[in-house]
């Protein structure tokens, strides 16, 4: 059964925004760290950013200044506005949630998964 679910994802121009979300059931949605990464086909996956339950947030540099996470508890909801698009954000993006890890930014620490939306952006 799925815990994350993402919704959101599409095709822009550059320059362009979009907003991504990700529902999860309570439990995931307690976890102490949100995140969403990316991974553009031949590539690694990448960290794009995250948030504490306490509202702590961390960036990739590629991505400071242009993207904005947040979560929503109330709604077990987290996002992603993502604004400046450029080509190089292509991706499918995925939101992750996990109770510890050292290095936030990185996914092998996460435990659960979405099973991503994809974002395509022309230049």
């Known amino acids: 059964q799925a815990r994350l679910v993402e919704f959101g994802g599409g095709s822009v121009q550059a320059g362009g925004s979009l907003s991504l979300s990700c529902l999860g059931n309570?439990?995931?949605?307690?976890?102490?760290?949100l995140g969403w990464f990316r991974q553009a086909p031949g590539k690694e996956r990448e960290g794009v950013a995250t948030?504490?339950?306490?509202?702590?947030?961390e960036y990739t540099d590629s991505v400071k200044g242009r993207f904005t996470i947040s979560r929503d508890s109330a709604v077990n909801t987290l996002y992603l506005q993502m604004n400046s698009l450029k080509p190089e954000d292509t991706a499918m993006y995925f939101c992750a949630a996990t109770d510890y890890t050292p290095t936030p930014l990185e996914g092998d620490g996460y435990s659960d998964w979405g099973q991503g939306t994809q974002v395509t952006v022309s230049s």
């Open positions: 948030i504490t339950k306490y509202g702590a947030t």
């Open positions: 309570g439990g995931t949605f307690s976890m102490y760290y």
